[in-house]
């Protein structure tokens, strides 16, 4: 624009030139320099419409890059927006995914549990199955044991013929033969006192007053009962308990005052050195 104007203000000077001028000097040189500057004034408009056309072009195309500017905006604000939505969707969906698992761990713990109080009442009813069957066993054995034995007499006195004939092994199996076969007979009482006897003469004097014990307990109004009360007060000397033994002896002589055992029992006191008549005291044993 600066440049048209000062096309137009050199034509102005150049025309008030040449009014001042006669006529008849206007030159050829002026002429050509009119034309110059007409040129120049063409070429100047030219290139303002070139520079006006390239204008309204950069225009379009910064509208244009505006326009795809605020598009890919507009995509990044709605990909954010996405983006939030799926974080927030998919955190939801973990938590209940965590609640589900829990859950599930749960119910695998109660069955757990509900399995091992079963695999419990299995173990106890297998269990029981096994100790019934044993014991069905145990009882059909002894049946048929007690079917295989000899009868009871035959068995005791065979184990009393073996006794005083001193086959002190084979009477002492035939006696614990006898208990296992006939445990609740008269005849019991005297099976289990030998067997004592037997155990004293071998000098296993626990072992033997266990036995007088099972005579006196299960057996008191036998006919072995005066003799295993003494023999059990000796094993209880000879075992270094001498005042149980004293005790034991003296409640043999109150218990059983006119028999061959009384006798015996105040002769053994006689040789200890103690009175027969002393406060009785009976042994925890019995």
Known sequence: MRILRSLGLLALLLTGYSSLRPAWAVSKEMIQLQTQVQALQDQMTHMQQSFDERMGVMKNLMDQNTDSMNKV?????????????????????????????????DSLDELKARLAKVSKQLEDLQAGQQNQAAASAAQQAQQQALAQAPPPDVLYNNALRDYNAGKTDLAKQEFSDYIKFYPTTDL???TFFYLAEIQFKQGDYQGAINNYNQVLQNFPTGNKAASADLKKGLALIELGQKDDGIAELR???QRYPRSNEALQARDQLHKLGVSTSAATKRPSGE
């Open 188 to 190: 019991a009482g005297n």
């Open 73 to 105: 905006s507009a995509s990044i604000t709605a990909f954010q927006s996405s983006l939030e939505k799926l974080q927030n969707d998919s955190s939801g969906r973990v938590d209940q995914l965590s609640g589900q698992i829990q859950a599930l761990n």
């Open 251 to 253: 409640h043999v002589i």
